[in-house]
């Protein structure tokens, strides 16, 4: 079975800590992804990455940064978390020219 | 720019009812489209998928028809079951730039009582 995995389900910090969320996958795919999920707004890209080292930002990147230091593991990182960064967040990956994205299975962040 | 349009839920239906969950998007070229469900507590899982004008994707007893002439790829099932309760997005793949990034709905949840 194809895997992604998220390295925390739940996670609760709080104003200006520092948060890592890390996410592997054992699948080979080039392409990794991290989406943020909010009730009514659907899923919204935050950063991409279509190889090891690189990285491209997608929607929203204000607030957050990445890291892809190996092809199987992509890392989103808050730099200094907010109460507006409080949400769901999705990794996924991909291969470089197929449609279909394997998601994780999301990790819920709380800001207090 | 590129953007998909989902009717808003929740949508509540009764078992064995027949459901459609409306879907457009505007997009310049060819995209592909897709239908991803997701159960509660878990992540987002392929449904169903098209990949050129007048496809039909089907899955799980889930359908949907890939419609250029109306830009619309609406998620249809016959008889709906409790099971089937979560949330529905719907996605193109717009191939524009590469790196395969896709664009979702605001997602539609349904709840179906027995």
């Known amino acids: 079975d194809v895997k992604v995995t998220q390295s925390s389900r739940y996670l609760v910090k709080r104003t200006g800590e520092k948060v890592f969320l890390e996410c592997v996958q054992d699948m080979d795919h080039e392409n990794m992804f991290w989406y943020r999920q909010d009730p009514g707004l659907g899923l919204r890209l935050i950063y991409f990455s279509y190889d090891v080292k690189m990285k491209e930002k997608g929607d929203i990147p204000e607030g957050y940064s990445v890291s892809r230091e190996k092809k199987e593991r992509f890392s989103l990182i808050l730099e200094s978390a907010s109460t507006n960064q409080t949400s769901m967040y999705l990794c996924?990956?991909?291969?470089?020219?197929?449609?279909?994205?394997?998601f994780g299975e999301g990790s819920r962040l709380t800001v207090l | 720019g590129d953007s998909v349009t989902q009717m808003e839920g929740p949508v509540t239906l009764s078992e064995e009812a027949f459901l459609t969950i409306n879907c457009t998007y505007t997009a310049t070229g060819y995209p592909s489209l897709f239908w991803y469900v997701q159960y509660p507590g878990e992540g987002l899982q392929l449904l169903l998928k098209a990949t050129k004008a007048d496809d039909k994707g089907s899955n799980k007893g889930f359908e949907a028809t890939y419609r250029k002439e109306t830009t619309s790829f609406h998620l249809e099932k016959g008889s709906v079951q409790v099971s089937d309760s979560a949330v529905y997005f719907c996605?193109?793949?717009?191939?524009?730039?590469?790196?395969?990034?896709?664009?979702f709905g605001a997602g539609t949840r349904l709840a179906v009582h027995p």
């Open positions: 996924a990956s991909s291969f470089v020219d197929a449609g279909e994205l394997f």
């Open positions: 996605a193109l793949n717009p191939f524009s730039g590469g790196y395969n990034k896709l664009i």
